[in-house]
């Protein structure tokens, strides 16, 4: 496993991290127990894994508590990633649908203290805004609270977690140029680029880690998918049509023969593309067992895609119609 500087901050975080989402939601086509989300946590960290990133909201807290219960005494050794932001006490959890958001300073006391008692820890690495807004990112009330909390000693650093779907691009954009702000995390894929591209090249010049999501564009890239798929209205993926997955399936043809002439398979190819991006600190893909945390381990080798096969996704990339992006509603 290969290691990265997270930005700004200096937290040494591996290429390769936990996204801690599945083990606490049936987002995804599996219910995973919390035995088996227990072996997975320790897999991870056997195989070199040490950034763990996760949110309040994953289960209401199921996913926190279950990382704080497995990494007791092990604090030094690994790095914690967790968001807050959404009001969850009351509501279902369903797929993308957004629930209440408060981000102001009594709301970020609460949410924080809550999230430091179910990780069994008394500070986290990096704290992040789960799925801020335009207004959000520009209220200087909020960072000032963060700040405050980084004074405090309760957080080492923070991020800006855009979402829920693709795109909001200027949220990504104004969040880098606020001074705290180490990392952004955003879906990014071989398949789906932008506004990814725009974001990674402005986190180099800012000195911002950028975290990656959805690698895998859904099972497409890991061959979970295809044309065959039967989704779950409930699972995180039925937003991904068939008319999409149709034509995301040509797409993964054209990248085979770059793959090939490589030595790999297209997961390979997909996950060594995004590390081959300079400004990306860690790579979060979606597993839903020990087995597939084994495989992506091994994919952080050091060996990335060179400039010439990198121009060909590019120019492929390009290319490909553009397609809808996500961003917080301007009025007039």
Known sequence: ???????????????????????????????????????????????????????????????????????????????????????????????????????????????????????????????????PKLQHIRDDTIFDTLDKKIAEGSIKTYQAALGPAIGWTQEGLEAMNRKNVSAVQTVYNILEQTPGNELIE??????????????DASGILTGKVDENTKIDEKDHRSVRKGEWIRASLKKVERLRPIAERNGLNITELAIKFILSKKSVSSVLPTVVNVAEIESFATMSDGNYINASDMKEIADLYESWPPYELKATPQTA
């Open 1 to 131: 496993m290969k290691y990265r500087t997270l930005g700004k901050s200096g937290i040494k975080v591996s290429e390769i991290g936990f996204g801690a989402w599945t083990i606490a939601l049936a987002w995804w086509g599996k219910k995973i127990e919390e035995d088996e989300a227990k072996r997975m946590l320790k897999k991870a960290y056997d195989v070199g894994i040490n950034f763990f990133e996760t949110a309040d909201m994953y289960g209401k807290g199921k996913s926190e508590r279950l990382i704080g219960e497995v990494f007791k005494g092990m604090r030094n050794e690994i790095v914690i990633s967790t968001k807050y932001g959404y009001d969850f006490q009351n509501v279902e959890q369903i797929g993308h649908k957004e629930l209440p958001q408060k981000f102001d300073p009594r709301f970020t006391d609460m949410a924080l203290r809550n999230s430091l008692t179910r990780l069994q820890t008394d500070y986290i690495d990096v704290y992040g805004l789960h799925n």
């Open 202 to 215: 402005f986190a180099e010049q800012k000195n911002v880690g950028v975290l990656i999501r959805v690698p």
